[in-house]
């Protein structure tokens, strides 16, 4: 250990004596001063602004313009030019000759020139230290955990181009190759994983072998086992053959056993790294400070609950807008998207079926002149460079799936092994994917049962069926939205009154605008309903409240005469903007971060609310108009009259609820029942609407109240804490000097350092 001890000595001071090594830490200085001077001044710049900040470590470091991800574009750039020297010197000038002959291993050697190589990178990534402890004084609870986790991913990654290049280095005494075969090893690297990507075999290594993309995880916080073993494996693999070259050069070994050892360390390579792939072998450790990389606690303890195998398959129509997700190429990729939940289902199996099918798809253009599907197809695959024979014709896949209800759209069935199944979609919006809650609420069907939402129909009320800006198919069955009933967890149905009995695993029944009064049938069967403790969701809204009242009375509830009035310099009188209240902010979770940011919810044509506590139910305002609203009762045209406060006709001007949370005890249950007096805040026109000049959340006013409504199984809270780090401890006044700072200060010391120790040496 002393021979290598010296011998890193001995590289170390040929290293700092280097005009080169003392570039290349002066440039990496600057790189690191400019990007974060100017990452920071913009949080400090904002601050200023009076914008909130939020995440402030992640903004700076990891974000979509965080300078984490820039360094790794250009590390390459820098470590050939530091180890290209470090054998090929040897070899030029002829001292390889005296190490040769002295008593000093093969692995001493190569491993006193890596020892000062992992020093060197130390010093390199000083700078990012410094900003380190920086951060660490001037942000507000900083994200340490993941500033860190970043610096030791970047240490990884130079650490193991420095393994690469020390190799390289071993087998030229030619400097300039070394540094070219160097970068020539890493671009391989880099681009092998997108070769052999549609062959499963050669897809498995080649995408483990790749370099790129593995500091990511680091970056983002977590540690992985399997990235974590990779530079540690190609470290030692690169290290281990250049032991074998100095060996291949120091003694006379037949080209049969030297190439057999190779071959030897490459296999045992790939197969600690093929184990180490696994996902039972994996091990990870989030060091972030709000757990962003790891499923929440809801989503974990539904994982645990979940016995036996799961098995997702994916199905892909060549014809649909989205073929290009399941590709054979994209397997990997798509894999990834579920990592955070094979963490905790390590058995978790994925499996894709290939078909193709009328679908209401984007690709027409690209098909002019095909008649047939299968000649579509045809086109499509030679365009992708396919084989068709992959795809299953319509009849085929009919046979194994009907997806005719899917539209022949990318689905993925979730089955378990006794036979359940759940379905994931992809939605309509930019984000396209299922997040975590909606994967979570797939996989909760398995273990909990999903409560029941009957839409009553009949007396002209709002159809869950029918996509018209009146009715409510978007919040309650459509398939492709994301905060919809349906894809939330719940199983829903309509039911008319007049015809059926309330069926007993009703859990929640949704009563929208009533046109008509209900004949005694349906009355009987609906008190019935509410008597056993029934959860209830009531939409009332101006001119239904002569027949909507004998329904909400009995809880205490009457819908206001006349229409709510909010008179506004740009839009309707009658569109009302809905305020949270601070008691349903503090109550009821999915209110809470809309209360704060100040969003609103608008109402148009809606009635006011009032309530007598005295039916036995405790009452809470939901959502409640501003001190300047009034039921109008005598202007019916808001288009052309402009209305006016009357309190001589009975008009009532205040703060007025528009959204009712009641609840009671019936036996061991609580009965819980929200009413509106709005049915269009939560309509296929309404919610899909964006108003101007207001910051509008009319979904959470579906994502409120069925939560509650079913005892807060559904939607399931994946909400994380609010990260802490949301103020800087910097002025306006300062943000030039600290910026500045960070431009020269760190590369003017490490010039003068360098310039200090090349003079002494000259001199010398």
Known sequence: MKTTYRIAIAELRSLFCSPVAWLILVIFAVQVGVAFGNAFDRQVLGQALGHGLWDVTASIFTGWMGIFPGFLRNLYLYIPLLTMGLMSREYSSGSIKLLFSSPVTNSQIILGKYISVLIYNLVLILPLFLIGIFCSIFIKNPDLGLLFTGILGIYL????YGAIGLFMSSITSYQVVAAMGTLAVLAALNYVGDIGQDYAFVRDITYWLSISGRAYEFIGGMICSEDLLYFLLI???????SVLRLRAGRSKISYAKTWGTYGVVVVVAL????????PSMKLYYDATATGRNTLTQVSQDIMNKLDGKLKITSYVNLLDDNYGIGLPSQLKSDRERFERYIRFKPDLEMDYVYYY??????????????????????????????????????????????????????IRVVERENGQKSILRLFDDTEKHPSETEISAAFKRFV???????????????????????DYNRFAENQYFRHSLLTQGFDVVTLDLAKDDMPEDIDIVVISEVKTPFIEVEQERLNKYIARGGNLFILGDARRQDIMNPIVEQFGVTFMPGTLIEIKENDSPSLIIGHITKDAAERFK?????????????MPDATGLSFDVSKGYNVMPIIVTDSLSWNELQTTDFLDDIPQYNPETGEKQGVIPTVLALDRKVGD????????????????????????????????????TFKWLSYDEYPLDTERPNPKDNEVYISRDARKLVRYGWYGIMPVVLAAIGITILARRKRR
């Open 448 to 470: 909990v049962k999903s409560p029941k939402v009957a839409f009553l129909v009949g007396h002209d009320m709002r159809n869950i069926h029918k996509t018209g800006d009146r």
């Open 235 to 241: 470290i030692v693999f690169f290290l281990t053959l």
């Open 157 to 160: 990654l130079i650490c193991a």
């Open 357 to 410: 099918d009328e679908a209401n798809s984007q690709l027409d253009f690209r098909l002019e002149g095909c008649k047939t599907i299968e000649e579509r197809a045809k086109k499509m695959a030679n365009i992708l460079d396919l084989d068709l024979k992959m795809f299953l014709t319509p009849d085929e896949i009919k046979e194994r799936i009907d997806l005719a209800s899917e539209g022949n759209r990318f």
């Open 669 to 704: 249950k609580e009965q819980r029942i929200v009413i509106a007096g709005d049915a269009d805040c939560v309509s296929n026109g309404e919610m899909s609407k964006s108003r101007n000049g207001y910051a509008s959340t009319n979904f959470t006013i579906v994502t409120g």
């Open 271 to 278: 197969l600690i790294g093929y184990v180490s792939t696994l």
């Open 590 to 602: 999915p209110y809470t971060r809309p209360y704060e940011f100040g969003y609103t919810v608008t």
